[in-house]
């Protein structure tokens, strides 16, 4: 195949209706990187939801779990440590090709929470990053909470797993774990800091700056 080819096509952006299986998802998103490190496949930007349930990364520590009865727990192979999905809550796979930019995880990783607080600020919303805690922050009833959590994994230089950001989730089911081992701060929703309609406002803001985003990732910005 011509690597220009390869090179010219353009990133497929994917957006799933309704709840995707979590098991499903990780095996295509499996799939898709394997096609996208050869070259048969562009690289995809995956916007889902999934039905409610907790993933354990390769950190998680069982004594964060507190009733693993209450919802399925899935081996999620990303990094990080416990962390709930489910209905309302935005979840994005990205699965970009590093070799095409730079082999720099911590510049991914940045870019990535940077691509996320660029589009809640579209929102309205002034999110940040904290010191010393991973996942995206807000200020919200005189406290820090974590409005969304991100976790990667790197095969071969292509991206997979990536971000979810709490839209109007039932947050009573973070309280079944620590999330993201970080027992000190509540969690928090778009809806619960007042944001009307917003995931499809989220979606938007996302694909506004992609662009940036990537460019981001080549050292350009």
Not at 141 to 148: H, Q, T, W, Y
Request: aromatic share 8%; with cysteine.
């Amino acid at each position: 195949m011509d690597m220009d080819m390869i090179e010219a096509q353009p990133i497929e952006w994917r957006h799933s209706p309704g709840l995707t299986d979590y098991a499903e998802a990780l095996a295509a998103m499996e799939r898709r990187a394997a096609e996208i490190h050869v070259g048969t496949a562009p690289e995809l930007i995956w916007l889902l939801e999934h039905p409610p349930l907790y993933t354990a990364g390769t950190s998680a520590d069982p004594a964060e779990l507190f009733n693993p009865d209450d919802l399925p727990v899935h081996q999620a192979g990303r990094g990080g440590r416990y962390t709930y999905h489910g209905p309302g809550q935005r979840v994005g796979y990205i699965l970009l090709d590093l070799d095409r930019r730079a082999r720099d995880v911590r510049r991914f990783v940045h870019g990535l929470e940077g691509w996320l607080i660029a589009s809640l600020a579209r929102l309205g919303i002034t999110a940040y990053r904290a010191p010393g805690r991973i996942g995206i922050w807000v200020n919200h009833k005189d406290s820090e909470a974590k409005i969304g959590a991100i976790g990667v994994r790197v095969r071969r230089w292509v991206t997979m797993h990536g971000f979810s950001i709490n839209i109007d989730p039932e947050l009573s089911h973070f309280s079944g774990i620590v999330p993201c081992g970080i027992a000190d701060f509540p969690v928090t929703s778009l809806d619960e800091m007042g944001v009307s309609n917003g995931q499809r406002n989220f979606d938007l803001a996302l694909r506004q700056g992609l662009d940036h985003f990537l460019s981001s990732l080549e050292g350009r910005n």
